[in-house]
């Protein structure tokens, strides 16, 4: 952007994987290369999220365009590895995003997190998919 004097995406990008490179060869001797690892998890994580939010979308629409009612709504109970306030947070608006869920509840304690799902098909594998699929990768790129 200094160069060209344009705030442009392709600027933008391009002085990302400038810089990404540069920070890549002054380093590449150190031990601490956690830059370019959360780098690569940040995207991997956005574009995830990204579909399953789009999945989200389309079933609710799907539901609400409908006449006949496909969801089983629950509330499950969900135990956090998640500790901070900032993790806890992060995950919550995480979840709230996606269409089809909300967070209740945190207990007092920040060890439970109370969700409600509008397809609660099998708790086990809803439990499974906020555990592995949203609080995992967002600890790996926290931690």
Do not use: C
């Amino acid at each position: 952007m200094a160069l060209t004097g344009a705030f442009t995406y392709i600027n933008i990008f391009i002085g990302f994987v400038i810089s990404f490179f540069i920070l890549w060869v002054i380093s590449r001797n150190s031990e601490d290369n956690r830059y370019f690892t959360i780098a690569f998890k940040i995207v991997g994580f956005f574009f995830f999220f990204l579909w399953e939010m789009l999945k989200a979308n389309w079933q609710v629409a799907y539901e609400v365009m409908t006449s006949h009612l496909h969801m089983k709504p629950g509330i499950v109970k969900i135990e956090l590895d998640a500790k901070t306030d900032l993790e806890i947070t992060l995950l919550s608006n995480l979840i709230a995003l996606t269409p089809g869920t909300l967070v209740v509840d945190v207990s007092d304690d920040r060890k439970v997190m109370y969700v409600h799902g509008m397809y609660l098909e099998d708790k086990a594998k809803f439990i499974q998919s906020i555990k592995l699929g949203l609080e995992k990768p967002l600890l790996d790129i926290m931690r």
